[in-house]
């Protein structure tokens, strides 16, 4: 008996550290079943932007293949400005790939706002590629609005997920 | 307290019933619905006619209808007291009046020469006076649209403005997961009925609109991976691809004279308004400004357009004229706005808003004053307006859970007054709902 007492209360005060840190969410009801979504959140989103891995695949090795962005924003955050610069060398050593940029979009807008966005979206990304000396000619752009979500859910970090720009190669 | 406005004309020398008698004031919201006695019409036991019930269905399809709209209510015809055929020339009004019908139906169907003759008459049950009455002769299997008719023609009587039974709603139809979904274009009834896949589903399709004028809609499809305007024409079957552009066409509409397509254009990340001229093929680019400029619609006398965009920063509801000149921005309560429609009554401009967390969809005169917000929910957007600007359509998801099932997407309507949201029942998912004029 005291021993699982300690244990909880050793569980009870890792789990209050963990809801601490995660500040930003709202207090959740059901504290053992939230505390791990929310510290994961906290670590995965960044001011509306996703920063973890789970739904990234690499173009090669070490060259991530997609970037996102805050909500309704086509901004490109410094990470993913590293991403598209891995991108553009691995573009610049493999000069005959070419490729599409996918935009895409959360399910949080209406459903013509999120074509155009996502539009806006993969151009970012295109024209960061171009800054970096990757001809036009080499990439195209497509937008899905917010048809080709990659997480179905509909929660936040599903959202930071949906809100990417994707490079696909085309040949 | 039912407000029915009951006039008593005396009858001097009238002989065309063309006054109110029975009369409902539809802006007038969650009023009590008016009771109709709905009989089932007569004929002289034809055998094609009994072999097909047209008669109870006829009475079904009209009684639907009319409820649906929210104005009437059908009294159940176990609850009739006369049920002869002398009651089509002369009702006894008294036997109406006690189970409290204030209007009845009455009618009688013939065959002759392999078409169906329709013949209707509508009764004030306490004028004691005939109301409308009309013939209609059609095909035996084209019952249904003659029962959709006669339902526009009661609620024009009672009403005083045209109905909106007669008439279809192309949308589009979705299944399977949210990340694999498929999509086809379908069209239906208003009520449901003759439900028809338009697509395949092989390629993504989006935002259909009707042409206000003929058998064609207008849609974006991701056909060959070239997301582009899309012209389909009904009866023929046969697509088109609306103009070359260089770049992503979406969001079409047509004029109110169906001749011009009016949608947004993506170009290097930049979205601005196109308009086509189908038969001269001519583009004209309408407004050029570095926001997203998309979800056009014109006014019905084509002078105007609204628009959505989000050039002061935020997505916003704009007017301009049909020419591009003098952009303004309309809508001023504070959140996003899209989706603007024009009413098809040229007062209204029918929007989605999200404000706080929440969808809402909602209504505002053309200068942006007097906005009502309709419905509330989690998503909901894309309203569509009935060809009388009295009903919306639009279509409203549900949460998926974290695993990401649970999510739904289906077509509502919901009265210009607030009242009377109703789920539009479709085979599978729908969204993108476009409600057609009158059919011609």
Same mark, same amino acid.
Request: glycine share 6%; proline share 4%; hydrophobic share 35%.
């Given at each position: ?15 209050? $550290? ?49 970037? $996102? ?32 940029i ?15 966005l ?6 970012a ?31 936040k ?8 720009s ?6 | ?7 008593l ?9 063309s006054?109110?008698? &029975? ?14 006695a ?21 009475r079904?399809? &009209? ?13 159940? /015809? ?19 009046r ?22 209707? *008459? ?19 299997d ?49 009520d449901?009925? /003759? ?18 004028? *003929? ?64 038969t ?12 997203i ?15 959505n ?6 997505q ?9 000149? /003098? ?14 429609v ?20 909602g ?56 009242f /009377? ?20």
């Amino acid at each position: 008996m005291v021993s699982t007492f300690q244990n909880y209360t050793r569980y009870l005060v890792i789990v209050l $550290f963990a809801l601490f840190l995660a500040a930003c969410e709202t207090v959740p009801k059901d504290t053992a079943t939230s505390t791990t979504s929310s510290s994961t959140t906290a670590v995965e989103i960044m001011d509306g932007v996703y920063v973890g891995s789970d739904t990234v695949e690499m173009l090669a090795v070490d060259v991530p293949d997609r970037i $996102f962005f805050a909500y309704d924003s086509y901004t490109l955050t410094k990470a993913a400005q590293n991403t598209l610069e891995k991108q553009a060398k691995w573009l610049k050593a493999n000069g005959s790939a070419t490729i599409a940029i996918e935009g895409h979009a959360d399910e949080r807008g209406t459903r013509e706002y999120n074509l155009a966005l996502g539009d806006r979206r993969a151009n970012a990304a295109k024209d960061y590629l171009m800054t970096k000396g990757i001809s036009s000619s080499r990439v195209t752009t497509i937008s899905f609005g917010k048809e080709r979500p990659v997480n179905s859910g509909s929660n936040k970090k599903a959202w930071a997920q949906n809100r990417r720009s994707v490079t696909v190669r085309t040949n | 307290m039912r407000k029915l406005l009951l006039y008593l004309v005396p009858l001097i020398l009238f002989t065309n019933i063309s006054y109110a008698l &029975i009369e409902i004031d539809i802006t007038e919201g969650n009023r009590e619905p008016l009771p109709l006695a709905i009989s089932e019409f007569f004929h002289d036991n034809n055998p094609e006619i009994i072999n097909k019930k047209i008669t109870e269905n006829i009475r079904t399809v &009209i009684s639907d209808d009319l409820e649906r709209s929210g104005l009437f209510s059908s009294i159940d /015809n176990k609850a009739f007291i006369q049920n002869n055929r002398a009651m089509h020339l002369k009702p006894r009004f008294a036997d109406w009046r006690l189970i409290k019908a204030q209007g009845l139906l009455t009618g009688e169907l013939a065959i002759e020469e392999d078409r169906l003759k329709v013949e209707f *008459r509508l009764w004030d049950t306490f004028a004691e006076k005939e109301i409308e009455g009309l013939v209609l002769i059609t095909t035996i299997d084209n019952w249904r649209r003659i029962s959709h008719m006669i339902a526009d023609k009661i609620y024009e009587r009672l009403t005083g403005e045209e109905g909106y039974f007669d008439t279809r709603i192309v949308y589009v139809a979705e299944e399977g997961p949210k990340n694999k979904r498929i999509k086809k274009l379908a069209i239906m009834d208003q009520d449901g009925a /003759n439900h028809k896949f338009l697509t395949s589903g092989k390629e993504l399709v989006l935002t259909p609109r009707f042409n206000p004028v *003929r058998q064609e809609i207008t849609y974006l499809s991701y056909f060959k991976n070239l997301p582009r305007v899309y012209l389909l024409n009904i009866q023929t079957g046969i697509q088109e691809v609306v103009g070359d552009f260089p770049g992503m066409t979406f969001a079409p509409r047509f004029s109110p004279d169906g001749g011009k397509i009016i949608m947004s254009l993506a170009r290097e990340g930049n979205s601005d308004l196109y308009v086509m001229d189908l038969t001269t093929r001519v583009v004209e680019r309408l407004t050029d400004s570095p926001a997203i400029d998309t979800s056009p619609s014109y006014s019905p006398d084509g002078k105007r357009i609204t628009f959505n965009s989000d050039r002061g920063g935020s997505q916003q509801i704009y007017v301009m004229d049909s020419n591009g000149r /003098n952009q303004k921005r309309i809508s001023k309560q504070g959140g996003n706005y899209a989706t603007p429609v024009w009413s098809p009554r040229g007062d209204l401009i029918a929007f989605t808003k999200f404000y706080q967390g929440q969808y809402f969809i909602g209504v505002m005169r053309t200068d942006g004053s007097g906005e009502r917000l309709l419905t509330e929910n989690w998503y909901q957007e894309a309203p569509s307006w009935s060809s009388n600007g009295r009903v919306l359509i639009f279509y409203r998801e549900t949460k998926a859970n974290d695993a990401g099932d649970g999510h739904s997407s289906s077509i509502w309507s919901i009265d210009l007054t607030g009242f /009377n949201e109703r789920k539009i029942i479709t085979p599978v998912d729908a969204s993108d709902p476009s409600w057609s004029k009158l059919i011609q």
